[in-house]
Structures are given as structure tokens and as C-alpha cells.
């Protein structure tokens, strides 16, 4: 048949690339009719059939549904499926069997014969005739040789449609062979991409590994922010309504305030009234707190009293963990200190008491105070040895309270700084050339000793010169009667400021200072600066002679504490030993004793006229912040309550006039 030429023409393609058998057998005569379908193939495009023309009772026939009415089944053609070349021809079978079936289905379809898979109908008819009915059985034959007759005109007719559409095929496979080429060269640009996207495809199944363990927390943190979103919108509702709450409560202010808007002006008007009414009882309540001052420094000067200053140090950069609980301060009272501690009760019952330990100065000064604020409270009192008193200052404490720092400042001395000694000096020599001007002409004479291990050193000589003996000595005459003074002891005139500055710098560095477990900058040994002023008026025919004595007392330490052995051990002692000595004389001045024991140490000795005898005396004790010292803060405190009662009398000024 010329279905056998064409599979021939086909056959040199059947080593081109296999089409998809799905896409092979279900080609059908609809696909053939209609203009839109397409071969398909396996990812690349396939070329369009062209449409066959049949006639109308052929193309309106389904092929598979008129083999089946006849009995036969549909087999393709050729061993090899999925070619191009070899598909064709088998959907030309199809179709010419389905063509045949067509006209013997009438017949054969509606009596139910089952037909064979590979060939015509059977003739079988549903009653054998006997073999004497010879013309039933020409009757039959010619029956049959009629419907073959018609079947072969329909199929000769089949057969030059299928020759007219085998050329259009022809033509349609050389278009087809070259499409074949074009989209095999694009079939292996594909296969190219293709690798390309399988190598992306692996790294996004990685990342999407990756992303799936991700996904949980993700998943869970989306969750708890949804759960958030809801609150917060819960939240925005009660908010909106608060807020709309609020706006009403906003404007009903707004009415109030717009009638209170009037008064305002007249109360501005009254206030700046009752400001100015305020200046002026502020300006009264300052001249009367300076006239109470005064008035309290008569007092204490009438009283003959020794008068307190109690300064508590700041904590340093070492100290900040500690607190400052244990010690307490009263705002509207500045001459009030408390100290607290918690104890075991005395009931039991594992409860504790807290201890209070009041004591009460003529001024307390807390960690914030300044060298300026500290110095205010004495300025009085040193411009009194210009006026010819004899005025004696000087600080006591426990080691590392503070007290070097307030009688002398830090190492480098700035204006803030500078500690009572010096801003002294500067005083004295401001009012001196203040008083020039009414006649008074001063002389100064300068000195700075120490008292080491009950040991007199003359700070403003060179080590050299060390070996000399220092004794205090009394001296009695009718100018000065029982004036004390030191042999050997060097006495430098002084006319400036700078001129005493750098003697207090060679004492300072002269003097004897050690380390210990407590203070880094221990001072072991008492120093005693001394400046004797002598005045005259000749305009007056006056004269005056005092006493300038600031004194810095070591301070006491616990040897637990201090850990101090050899030297150190001794220099303890020696401070331990002078310091009691220093109270036990307190102590029989304010029992009024009539024996008191200056001579028992050199440092009583030397502060006997600033305690017993014609001297306005000030001590600043100095109490450390840390409540690991509690016990020697409270004995300090108690020991300055002994001095604040102890009456020395009133001093008397050392003033002259000249016949």
C-alpha cells in the first residue's frame, strides 16, 4: 500500500531523539480535524498538524468507537513506538480500519457477534440454513457480496483521500525533519539550562533545608507576635477609649482653666507682692542668723568652752560600694550627728535593735562640704589672733579620717584645695595690709615642728641638723608671763604669703609618714605649725602679741588593723599613748582638777596655754564614712562631747598701750 512508502520516507528519522508514547497514541482523528492541536512532546514545542480533508461521513466517524461496533481492535503498527516516522502509519491504520468498521457496524454491532481482533466481521448469521435452501444461501451470498462490494468502493475512496493526505504529509515531514533539527539544537541549550537549574535546584533544596529547621522558631515567633498584635490591639481599644475619655476630661479642663485664666494676673500681681515681702524677711533672717552667730561666739567665749567641728570625709574612688547608713544627719539642724547600729535585743527572739548614738557640735560639716565651707567657720576665730588673742586650731581623728587633708589639702594645692593652714595665712596677711591703713604695722615669725615618738623634730631644718635637742621651755616675765617656747627650735620672718607657703611645703616634706594596712599616707608623728604675730599702733600708742598655733594631730589606730610591727609598732604606741594622754587632760579640765597632767607628754605640754590657759581654742574632729570603723568613729565623737563641755575659761586679749 502507499502507506508502506511513506513509513519508508519516515524510516531514515527513526534514529532522531524518541518522541513521549503517550503523546503518540493519543493522537486521533479529532486532533487531525482540528486546526489548534499539536503534536506535543516532552518539554519542547511541537510542530502543527495540517489538517487532513476527509469526507463528511468519514471525518464525523470515530474511528476507535467504529472498530469496536466491527469487532476489531486498534494495533499500531511497526516494533518500534514513539518514532515519528513510524506514528504516522499507524494512525493511517487506525483510521482506515475504523473507515471499514464503519459500514459493518449496523449490522453486525446490533446482534452482538464479537469480532475478530485482526480481521473483516464474520458471516456468520444468527440461523444456519439447511443444506437444501441453496437460494436462502445465494440470497445470503449476495447480500454479502453487496455490503463487500459497497465497503470496497468506500475504502478505494478511503484509499485516495489517504494518498492525497500521504503527500501532504510528505510535505509536512520535510518541514517537520528541519523543525526536528532546530529544536534538538534547542533541546540541548534546554538540557544545558536544565543542568544549570538542577545544580540551583540543589542549592535551593539546601537552602530550603535549612529554611524547614528555621521554620519552626519562625513559625513561633510569628505566633507570639500575633498573640502580641492582639494584646496591642486590645491595648489600642482600651486606649482609643481612654483617650476619648481623656479628651473629655481635657476639655472640661480647658473650661476651668479658661476661668481661671482671669485670676492668674491677679495672682502674679500677689505674688510679686509677697516676693518682695519674701526678700526681705530672707534679708532679716540672715542678718539675724549672723547676729545669732555672733551673739553664739560670745556665748562660747563667755562660757570659756572649747569649741567642736565635727567633719566627716567623703568616700573615695575605692569606697564607693560602701554606704554612709550608719550615719545619719539632721537638714534643719547642722549641729546634730548620729550614729546607728544594729545589735542582738536583749529580749531574744533573734531580733535585732538599731542603736542610736546622738552627739551634738557647734557645727557638723557633711561629706559634700568644701575646704571654703569648712574654713568659714574659723575665719572668726583666726581673725581674733590679729586682735591679739592667742588662738590654737587643730584636728583630731583615727587615721585616714582626714584630718592632714583639712589642715593642709592634698599633695597639689589648688584654690579649693587648700586646706585650713594656708588659707590661714592668707587671711592674716589680707587683714594686716587691710590694717595698714588704720595705723597697724605687724611683724610675723614663722615655725613647724613635729613631736615623733615623744621625740620634738624641727621640720624646716635640713636631716643634717637633726642631731640637736629640742626642749619646751617656760619663761615668765611682765610682758609676757608663761610663755611657752622650744630651744634650738628655728624661727624664720616671714613678710608674704609665698614666703610661709614654702615653709609649709619644706615642713611637709620633712615630716615623718609611713604606710599601713589602714592608710596608705599615714602620719606618724603630731605636727605643729606655729605663727607669732606682734603688732603696734604708734599713732595709738598700742602693742599686741599672739599666737597662731594650727596643730595636726596622728591619728589613732587600731594595731588589729594596722597591722604594724617593728617601727611602725612604735610610732603606734607613741601616738596611742599621747592621744590618751591628750584625753586624760580633757578630762581633768572638765572635772576641774586642780592638778592637771600637761607634763605626762610633750604634746600637752606644748598645747598647755591652748587648754588651760589665756587662748581661744577650735579642734576639728574628723570621723571616717566607713562603717567598718564605727566603734573608733563612736569613740571619737565621744572623746570630742568631752572637749565640747570642757571650760578653759575666757581668753583674754594681749593688747598694750604703750606710755
Known amino acids: 500500500m502507499d502507506n508502506v512508502d511513506v513509513r519508508e520516507e519516515f524510516q531514515p528519522q527513526g534514529k532522531k531523539r524518541r518522541l513521549q508514547d503517550d503523546n503518540t497514541e493519543n493522537i486521533n482523528v479529532a486532533a487531525v480535524n482540528n486546526k489548534s492541536m499539536s503534536l506535543q512532546r516532552s518539554r519542547l514545542p511541537q510542530p502543527s498538524l495540517r489538517r487532513i480533508q476527509m469526507p463528511p461521513a468519514v471525518a464525523s466517524t470515530n474511528p476507535a468507537g467504529a472498530v469496536k461496533k466491527a469487532g476489531c481492535s486498534i494495533v499500531p503498527l511497526g516494533s518500534s513506538r514513539g518514532r515519528l516516522a513510524q506514528s504516522i502509519p499507524s494512525r493511517m491504520m487506525k483510521i482506515r480500519v475504523a473507515a471499514v468498521a464503519k459500514d459493518a457496524a449496523p449490522s453486525t454491532a446490533a446482534k452482538g457477534v464479537p469480532q475478530s481482533v485482526k480481521c473483516a466481521p464474520s458471516a456468520a448469521v444468527a440461523k444456519r440454513r439447511p443444506a437444501w435452501d441453496v437460494k436462502g444461501k445465494l440470497d445470503d451470498t449476495k447480500k454479502q457480496l453487496s455490503d463487500c462490494t459497497g465497503k470496497l468502493q468506500v475504502a478505494e475512496l478511503q484509499r485516495k483521500q489517504f494518498q492525497q493526505s500521504s503527500d501532504v504529509l510528505g510535505k509536512s515531514l520535510s518541514h517537520a525533519t528541519s523543525r526536528v533539527k532546530e529544536l534538538e539544537d534547542k533541546l540541548r541549550t534546554a538540557e544545558s539550562q536544565l543542568q544549570s537549574r538542577e545544580s540551583e535546584l540543589g542549592q535551593l533544596r539546601h537552602d ?67 516676693e518682695e515681702q519674701l526678700q526681705h524677711m530672707e534679708q532679716a533672717l540672715t542678718n539675724a542668723e549672723q547676729e545669732r552667730r555672733r551673739l553664739h561666739n560670745v556665748v562660747q567665749e563667755l562660757k570659756g568652752n572649747i569649741r567642736v567641728i565635727c567633719r566627716v570625709r567623703p568616700l573615695l574612688d575605692g569606697e564607693r560600694h560602701n554606704d554612709m547608713m550608719h550615719i545619719q544627719f539632721l537638714p534643719s539642724d547642722e549641729k546634730v550627728i548620729t550614729l546607728t547600729k544594729e545589735q542582738e535585743s536583749h529580749t531574744g527572739n533573734n531580733r535585732k535593735e538599731v542603736v542610736k548614738h546622738n552627739f551634738s557640735f557647734d557645727h557638723v560639716l557633711q561629706p559634700v562640704a568644701k575646704q571654703e565651707k569648712v574654713f568659714e567657720d574659723i575665719s572668726q576665730l583666726v581673725q581674733s589672733a590679729l586682735d ?74 635640713t636631716r643634717s641638723q637633726k642631731a640637736v635637742v629640742y626642749e619646751i621651755k617656760q619663761r615668765g616675765n611682765q610682758s609676757h608671763p608663761e610663755q611657752l617656747y622650744v630651744t634650738n627650735l628655728k624661727y624664720v620672718t616671714v613678710g608674704t604669703v609665698e614666703e610661709v607657703n614654702k615653709l609649709i611645703a619644706t615642713a611637709k616634706s620633712n615630716r615623718s609618714v609611713a604606710k599601713t594596712a589602714v592608710n596608705h599616707k599615714s602620719s606618724r608623728s603630731h605636727s605643729v605649725f606655729q605663727l607669732q604675730i606682734d603688732g603696734s599702733n604708734t ?31 612604735r610610732e603606734a604606741q607613741a601616738i596611742n599613748t599621747s592621744l590618751s594622754w591628750l584625753g586624760l587632760v580633757i578630762q581633768s579640765l572638765s572635772n576641774k582638777e586642780a592638778h592637771i597632767p600637761y607634763r605626762n607628754s610633750k604634746l600637752t605640754l606644748l598645747l598647755q596655754n591652748s587648754l588651760g590657759g589665756n587662748s581661744k581654742t577650735l579642734m576639728f574632729v574628723n570621723v571616717s564614712p566607713l562603717e567598718e570603723d564605727f566603734h573608733e568613729s563612736l569613740n571619737t565623737l565621744r572623746f570630742a562631747s568631752q572637749v565640747n563641755e570642757c571650760n578653759i575659761g575666757t581668753a583674754q586679749m594681749n593688747r598694750k598701750r604703750v606710755l
Open 208 to 274: 530550603n533545608t535549612a529554611l524547614q529547621k528555621v521554620l519552626p522558631l519562625r513559625e513561633a515567633e510569628i505566633s507570639s507576635l500575633t498573640t502580641e498584635v492582639q494584646e496591642l490591639s486590645t491595648t489600642l481599644k482600651d486606649t482609643k477609649s481612654t483617650l476619648v475619655y481623656a479628651q473629655q476630661q481635657l476639655d472640661h479642663t480647658q473650661q476651668q482653666l479658661d476661668q481661671k485664666a482671669a485670676c492668674v494676673d491677679e495672682q502674679h500681681k500677689l505674688i510679686g507682692s509677697l
Open 388 to 461: 591679739g588673742y592667742n588662738v590654737c586650731i587643730f584636728a583630731y581623728g583615727q587615721t585616714g579620717s582626714g584630718k592632714t587633708y583639712t589642715m593642709e589639702g592634698p599633695d597639689e594645692l589648688t584654690c579649693d584645695t587648700k586646706g585650713m593652714i594656708p588659707r590661714a595665712v592668707d587671711q592674716i596677711f589680707v587683714t594686716a595690709r587691710r590694717l595698714e591703713t588704720m595705723g597697724w604695722m605687724y611683724k610675723f615669725t614663722a615655725s613647724f615642728l613635729e613631736i615623733y615618738n615623744e621625740t620634738i623634730r624641727d621640720l624646716l631644718v
Open 539 to 569: 599713732a595709738k600708742g598700742l602693742t599686741c602679741r599672739s599666737t597662731l598655733c594650727l596643730v595636726d594631730l596622728a591619728g589613732s589606730e587600731r594595731l588589729d588593723k594596722s597591722c604594724s610591727t617593728g617601727e611602725r609598732l
